[in-house]
């Protein structure tokens, strides 16, 4: 490792770590992304991180950097007290040797027959509770000394949280959160599906009724309003149909039936439906989609993610802004993008987005919802042999955006 002189290099190596640590990266390419920074710029051959488990008393490894086979096979599973790690674990202190082949305190066989002289290590602890072992190890001897010790010390404090979201006991307790609420919300689908049906059938019947009244005065206007009525509530019918279905049973999947369907003549009519919700909100919708698109696809689901997206652009959206669609052919793929004109989205909250029961923590006062939609949208999307992905920075809006197979015919 570097000395106490060369200040600048460890405070642009803290400030790495810091970035790392405070990224969207998944968890296990965080620490990854840790260790890499270590082995990179500091004097060391190799380093890990294990993880402590306290209902079994002993340390993980869950990523290193460096390691041969041999000595990271030996720090698979370690019990508290035992071996080079564990002791460290179970006195809390952080430590280093330059002589680990002469150095009663810390002998370790095993990293000794694979060329190693010097061990630097540090405890992850977080309110006072052991989160699991940062540590490296070097060739050479005489490499480390207290400046160091300071210094892996507070990475260690860095990588506190990662190491508690990847503890077993953690994540254990996080499964049992998510499936209660899980249980809770089939439950509330179950009844919301229930006590909304009977309304809806009415409010159908209703609208048939209407629809027959204006015939007969043919005015185009009121029957293109209620025609429209009368299609919301079916397809509202259906989606109610469809949550009584999942709340039944979490595991059943939206079935597809594929056929030729005009795309760009889709979007018109999805643009009608939610005129109305534009008008109160007064905002404006741009469509650029290319004429006569033909796709294969299931023109409910289709019409589903687009009025899922839409209604969400319209939703966060201020009042007087502007949302826009534009479709394009690109590689044989259908891309179509729907961008609001909303706060955007933080980039730690992209990757939750799709997530069943998740809400934006920018919604989940003034813009409550069941955390459905979008998770519902992707299954929708991916059922189609599609992806589906978001383009968004804070206070400059969003950009929902997915691809369609252009040519993909009915099998």
């Not at 642009?12 to 296990?28: A, C, F, H, R, T």
């Not at 060391?44 to 306290?54: S, T």
């Not at 299609?231 to 999947?253: F, H, P, T, V, W």
Request: aromatic share 6%; hydrophobic share 40%; glycine share 6%.
């Amino acid at each position: 490792m570097q000395h106490a002189g060369h200040k600048d290099k460890n405070l642009y190596l803290l400030s790495e770590i810091s970035d790392i640590v405070s990224s969207s990266l998944s968890d296990k390419d965080i620490l990854e992304g840790v260790l890499w920074v270590l082995s990179t710029q500091l004097d060391v051959d190799a380093c890990w991180i294990q993880n402590f488990n306290h209902s079994t008393k002993s340390l993980m490894l869950i990523a290193q950097q460096g390691l041969p086979e041999a000595v990271a096979k030996d720090m698979e599973v370690v019990e508290l007290g035992q071996g080079i790690t564990g002791k460290i674990a179970m006195e809390r202190k952080s430590v280093f040797s330059n002589d680990i082949t002469k150095d009663r305190n810390y002998l370790w066989e095993a990293a000794v027959k694979a060329g190693f002289h010097s061990l630097i290590a540090a405890p992850v602890i977080e309110g006072g509770k052991l989160l699991g072992i940062l540590g490296a190890v070097s060739t050479k001897f005489g490499v480390f000394n207290v400046n160091d010790l300071k210094l892996l010390t507070v990475i260690s404090s860095c990588t506190a949280d990662v190491c508690d979201r990847t503890n077993p006991e953690t994540q254990a307790m996080e499964l049992r959160r998510q499936q209660d609420e899980i249980i809770y919300t089939q439950l509330f689908l179950s009844a919301l599906s229930h006590e909304l049906k009977t309304p809806l059938t009415a409010i159908i019947a209703s609208t048939g009724l209407l629809a027959e009244e204006l015939e007969k005065n043919k005015d185009e206007t009121l029957i293109k309003i209620v025609q429209n009525i009368s299609k919301s509530s079916s397809s509202l019918q259906n989606r109610l149909n469809e949550l009584l279905k999942l709340s039944r049973n979490k595991d059943e999947a939206f079935g597809i039936s594929k056929k030729k369907l005009d795309f760009t003549a889709l979007v018109f009519e999805i643009a009608d439906q939610v005129s109305s919700l534009l008008k109160q909100k007064k905002q404006d919708l741009s469509i650029d989609v290319p004429p006569a698109t033909s796709i294969y696809a299931d023109e409910q689901r289709v019409e589903q993610i687009l009025l899922n997206l839409l209604s969400n652009a319209i939703k966060f959206s201020p009042e007087g802004g502007h949302i826009s669609l534009k479709a394009n052919n690109e590689s044989n793929r259908l891309v179509v993008k729907i961008q609001d004109s909303g706060p955007g989205i933080p980039n730690e909250e992209k990757q939750k987005l799709f997530k069943p029961y998740y809400h934006l923590s920018t919604d989940r006062t003034s813009l409550p919802g069941l955390g459905l939609g979008l998770a519902i949208t992707k299954q929708l999307v991916e059922l189609h042999g599609g992806t589906i992905w978001v383009q968004s920075e804070p206070e400059q809006g969003s950009t929902f955006s997915f691809s369609l197979p252009l040519n993909e015919k009915v099998k």
